[in-house]
């Protein structure tokens, strides 16, 4: 086996797995606080890119754009929650489901008529383009910043959820909502602000991956499957399992596909359905 | 002769509606009613599994397509006849049910939705992938619909082909809910559980229902493949699980004709519409928010209720002429 | 003879221990009162014989058969039948259609279902939706339910709860009735049903067993005065 090809294909499978988290992260956070899987969060990754191509040609600035296309995308998702989905805390899970389905079929339709039925897609900008040559291998600045990013993000959401005084009320809602209600904390503000947070580390995903891989519609529904994926393995609710879960399928679909393009795709779902049987709760699961 | 149930009553009365399209000679409208009926019980064994045991799932398609591919596989492959493909197609449902159910409905509902989200996209992933066999995205094509032992190559012929299934399929499924097998898995869905304590168990409930629905799925399956001629992976994807869902919630999951008045929304919306209106699936999703925040009961509850508003204001005759009947 | 023998029964929540040791055995068609303050354990006592939970320790013998890894639905159909201090029903399904679920399991027929719904005069709402109807009618649906399940130990969860003085009454008279064919283990707060209507009083605090005996012993139990009347 070729060390130099199965260095390429690792540090691919780990910026892949970056991009998963970014949308599993927002996924698992959701699931935690409100209970709610939201299904159109697929589409909000999607839409961050989309916004990302809007400010980036009004603005011409990488960074700009990626940070107003991130807070964009998050005050869409907050916006969803207050007009929508507060709507059906009391209602079963099943008809949260719907409805959180409902809009991404919304959402992804709004797409394509803001934007069209063909895919946009940006070129990284230049003081972020070349490669870094280490033993025989090249390594693109871009895909390194990703990965960074990632472990950035990773490292603040643990933070902020641990150490801050935001993070402690979301962890008082995530283990006993009724309890936190008697401590006075106001779940919606908690509900309303993890969906912004979790909505826009999506849009950060997607503003990122427009620059490497065309946005389009049809995206979101593939994407979806592999944030599932992500938070079912790992088991709802594990921020720290989350990260390193989703490195994991990164890096293990990217194997796959150099070493056995022929069932790349199986093996990812074989390994979800294997997991999920033998450990219902996920890898690292509490529920 | 009287018929004391409204269901069946309906469902006649479609059947006989349904039996004057081939009388027009218009393909189109031929063409689209086949589509309808295929749907629509595509659609009644999805609400089987969601209406009636509470069972929401997004693999549903797996079925179809496995149906479809089976019987599309069979009569290229083995024997040329449309009807003994269509029963090979419904049999090769029953492994799947049993290995998938098994594995899938010991979990609770939440984690079985997404579960079968993932076994759906594995088989979408075997049908693409296992090229050889399944012809991989390009497909299969040339199903016959002239075979050895029947003939429906006109589209009278195939037409009445389809309804005679769909007539006694929806007759016969309506009668399983009737059952005392119907009676648990509509106890199931009430209030799962409580049924232990009832001396039942809900995973052997569950999975029978499983199987009755997957059976269900792959007959429309085989019957699509049949008269599409033509079978492609993307009848495994999921979001055409996410199809049956939404005509079911259309026309209204608690009501057993339901779904099949979503699936005759549905198709009115898809063809009809889609060629005036872009963004048809658009209107879909904001009908979809709508039922779920304001009309739980689908279309089927807003007829229901009309119904009964128009009853009370219309006195005292029309209470005793429709006093009979059981809704 | 003894229809049911529980032997050293434990069970925690993480680090809350709430039925803890517990040792008894029921005697046939006698009835027994199961009392205690809020969190003595009674409720999850009755949810470990009828196998809802698993015990951490100890074993569950029921008419010589070791039931304690058996599930909840073989449990109702070898006889252990419970009605849930919360009515659980099937809210969707009408009067007759609850009984009949149970029916379907322990083989009672059709015409013994009517009896049930005459003798708890439930026959008017037969086909009415469970959900529709008024409390106390669907706390006899309940009960309705248990003994459509014929059955052999039948253990009930605050049966009173919630009803009115004349309900109240009818209930002892109806248990009283019952305790003639079927073993009765009933949960219960109210003294005056407990009073009307024990044989045997078993009573229990902080998940053990203090007290186990005569109604007039118990009442005159230091023990139990203490914590009912003093810090209780």
Redesign the interface.
């Known amino acids: 086996m070729d060390l130099n090809a199965f260095l390429v294909q690792f540090i691919i499978g780990l910026y892949k797995g970056s991009f998963y988290w970014l949308l599993a992260v927002g996924l698992t956070l959701i699931f935690g606080v409100t209970r709610i ?1 939201n299904f159109a969060h697929a589409a909000f990754f999607v839409t961050g890119g989309y916004l990302m191509y809007t400010f980036y040609s009004y603005t011409g600035s990488f960074i700009l754009s990626l940070v107003l296309s991130s807070i964009a995308t998050g005050l869409l998702g907050a916006l969803s929650e207050v007009i ?1 989905i507060r ?2 805390y009391r ?1 079963e ?3 949260q ?3 959180t ?6 959402v ?3 797409q ?2 803001l934007w069209g039925k063909f895919p946009k897609y940006l070129s990284i900008p230049d003081y972020l383009k070349g490669y870094i040559s280490t033993g025989g291998v090249n390594i693109s600045y871009y895909s390194l910043t990703i990965i960074i990013l990632g472990f950035l993000v990773f490292l603040s959401v643990y933070a902020i959820i641990n150490m801050s005084l935001w993070g402690l009320r979301v962890r008082a809602v995530w283990r006993d909502r009724t309890m936190a209600q008697i401590l006075r904390i106001n779940p919606h503000a908690v509900y309303t602000s993890t969906f912004f947070l979790g909505t826009a580390l999506a849009g950060l995903g997607g503003s990122l991956m427009i620059a490497l891989h065309p946005v389009g519609p049809g995206l979101g ?1 593939h994407l979806i ?1 592999y944030a ?2 992500v938070v ?1 393995i790992t088991g709802l609710g594990n921020i720290v399992g989350a990260y390193i879960t989703s490195l994991l399928i990164g890096v293990v679909s990217s194997l796959a596909t150099w070493l056995l393009p ?2 790349d ?2 093996i990812v ?2 390994i ?2 294997l997991v ?2 033998v450990r ?1 709760e996920g890898l690292f699961g509490e529920r | 002769m009287v018929i004391r149930d409204i269901n069946l009553a309906l469902i006649i009365a479609l059947t006989a509606l349904l039996l004057l399209v081939p009388l027009t000679g218009d393909r189109f409208y031929i063409y689209i009613t086949s589509l309808f009926m295929i749907y629509s019980l595509f659609a009644l064994s999805y609400n089987l599994l969601f209406g009636y045991a509470g069972l929401l799932s997004f693999g549903h398609a797996m079925f179809f397509a496995v149906g479809a591919y089976t019987t599309a596989l069979f009569t290229l492959k083995v024997l040329r006849d449309p009807l003994a493909g269509l029963v090979v197609g419904v049999l090769s449902s029953i492994p799947v049910a049993l290995v998938v159910g098994f594995l899938t409905l010991r979990h609770t509902r939440v984690y079985f939705a997404i579960l079968t989200l993932a076994f759906g996209m594995l088989v979408y992933a075997l049908l693409v992938k296992w090229r050889s066999v399944t012809g991989g995205t390009d497909g299969l094509i040339g199903i016959p619909k002239r075979g050895v032992v029947i003939d429906i190559s006109s589209p009278t012929a195939y037409y009445l082909f389809i309804l005679t299934f769909f007539t006694i399929t929806t007759i016969g499924l309506y009668l399983f809910i009737k059952s005392r097998w119907g009676l648990l898995v509509r106890a199931l869905g009430a209030n799962e559980d409580r049924l232990p304590f009832t001396g039942r168990s809900p995973l052997f409930i569950r999975l029978y229902t499983f199987l009755v629905s997957g059976l269900t799925a792959s007959l429309s399956g085989s019957l699509y493949a049949i008269f599409m001629g033509v079978v492609t992976p993307d009848i495994a994807y999921w979001t055409f699980s996410a199809e049956p869902l939404v005509m079911t919630l259309l026309g209204g999951a608690s009501y057993y004709l339901g779904p099949v008045l979503g699936a005759f929304t549905f198709i009115i919306l898809t063809t009809i519409l889609a060629r005036y209106a872009e963004y048809w699936l658009l209107l879909l999703g904001l009908a979809v928010i709508a039922i779920v925040i304001g009309f739980r009961g689908g279309l089927g509850g807003m007829l229901v209720s009309t119904f009964y508003t128009v009853r009370e204001r219309s006195g005292v005759w029309i209470r005793w002429r429709y006093s009979r009947l059981k809704i | 003879m003894e229809i049911l023998k529980v032997e050293n029964l434990s069970k925690s929540f993480d680090e809350f221990k709430a039925v803890d040791g517990v040792s008894f055995s029921l005697r046939e068609l006698e009835i027994t009162a199961l009392i205690g303050p809020n969190g003595a354990g009674k409720t999850t006592l009755v949810n470990l014989i009828t196998k809802k939970l698993k015990p951490d320790t100890g074993r569950i013998i029921f008419r010589g058969v070791d039931i304690t890894k058996l599930s909840p639905h073989s449990v109702t159909r070898l006889g252990i039948v419970r009605t849930f201090q919360v009515v659980s029903l099937f809210p969707t399904l009408t009067v007759y259609e609850n009984l009949k679920v149970a029916a379907l399991a322990s083989g009672t027929s059709t015409k013994e279902i009517e009896g049930i719904m005459s003798d708890l005069r439930l026959e008017k709402f037969k086909d009415t939706r469970v959900a529709q109807l008024p409390f106390g009618l669907q706390k006899l649906v309940e009960l309705g339910i248990a003994l459509a399940l014929k059955p052999k130990l039948l253990i009930l969860d605050e049966p009173a709860a919630g009803l009115t003085y004349e309900d109240r009454k009818s209930l002892i008279r109806m248990l009283k009735d019952m305790g003639r064919r079927i073993t009765l283990m009933v949960i219960e707060h109210d003294m005056e049903v407990v009073f009307g209507l024990a044989d045997r009083i078993i009573v229990m605090n902080k998940g053990k067993i203090i007290a186990d005996g005569k109604p007039e012993e118990i009442s005159s139990n230091k023990l139990v005065r203490e914590i009912y009347l003093g810090e209780g």
Do not use: Q, T, W
Not at chain 1, 101 to 106: C, D, E, R, W, Y
């Open positions: 899987i929508l709507r059906v209602l899970p099943i008809y489901l719907l409805l389905f409902g809009i991404a079929l919304v992804n339709e709004l394509k008529i529904d499957i599932f994926i079912v022929e069932v795709v199986l779902y074989s979800a359905a999920l049987l219902p």
